[in-house]
């Protein structure tokens, strides 16, 4: 089973510990087996999170069988940096564990150096002073998150769901990622530079105005829909139809059916091995051409190497 081991300083900012505490720890694989064994470690076994004070189970010696290290954020990235913390993610790293930080995290993983040379995100209040302090690494505070591959950084507060569950994404695929993310009860759309990786929810299920049409437009996303057509099935005119989008999407009706076309081949091309025609019938575009031109506008590359990025491999028992 995947280790992910989750380091508790003095300081932890609550909300990013308790983030990737939750969501790994709910994940269930196909066969209902949970996906992750989780554990919260520290330098010290007594921390003191400012409004509440922990008692640890686990040392720093938990590291050593991690598969993911998260480096939660801390309320004063002033404070220097554990040396015991640095050898032991240097350490990890080494073994080839996968080593993220969530939100002012990003101070602790650069002081291990395995950000130089690096893009990484942080708080945007935050990503100059980063910056300022470790030169070697390019940051970047406009995105949601950043994947270096071994190395993962995510900006602050709810920006560490949408990190967590690209690693699911990353783990597991498309399915158990979904998954997640309807516990995590993620928007609808996450505006940002990884939103290839972002699942995309399931309509609310409220009566909410558009709660039924979303519904209906995620039902039939393989048929030929104009603005008129979802108007009529929303019992409103196209101009007050657009207006309801914009409100309670943030985006265009047309845009978002684009988007969920997207989503939907981007799930067909995980999940199956059926051509690239009937992925693109299967998801409402007319032709491959168009498959390949909307997908690349969305997902930043194309459906081929999507596929071979993100189609489901086997994973090894354990």
Known sequence: MHRVVIVALDGVVAFDLSTPLEVF?????????PGYQVQVCGVNR?????????????????LRKADTVILPGVADVSRQVPEPLIRAVRRAAREGARVASVCSGAFLLAATGLLDGKRATTHWLAAEELARRFPRVTVDPSVLYVDEGQVLTSAGAAAALDLCLHIVRRDYGAA?????ARLSVMPLERDGGQAQFIEQAPPPTDHTSLSRVLGWLEENLHDDLSLDDIARRAAMSVRSLSRHFKEQTGTTPL?????????????LLETTPISMERVASSAGFGSVAALRQHFHRVAGTSPQAYRRAFQSRPRRAG
């Open 176 to 180: 158990v990622a979904a998954a997640a």
């Open 46 to 62: 007594d921390v003191d999170a400012g409004r509440f004070r922990m008692r640890l189970h686990q040392g720093l010696s938990a």
């Open 255 to 267: 845009q978002w059916l684009l988007k969920a076309r997207v989503r939907r081949a981007q799930a």
């Open 25 to 33: 720890d709910r994940v269930r694989l196909p066969s209902g087996r």
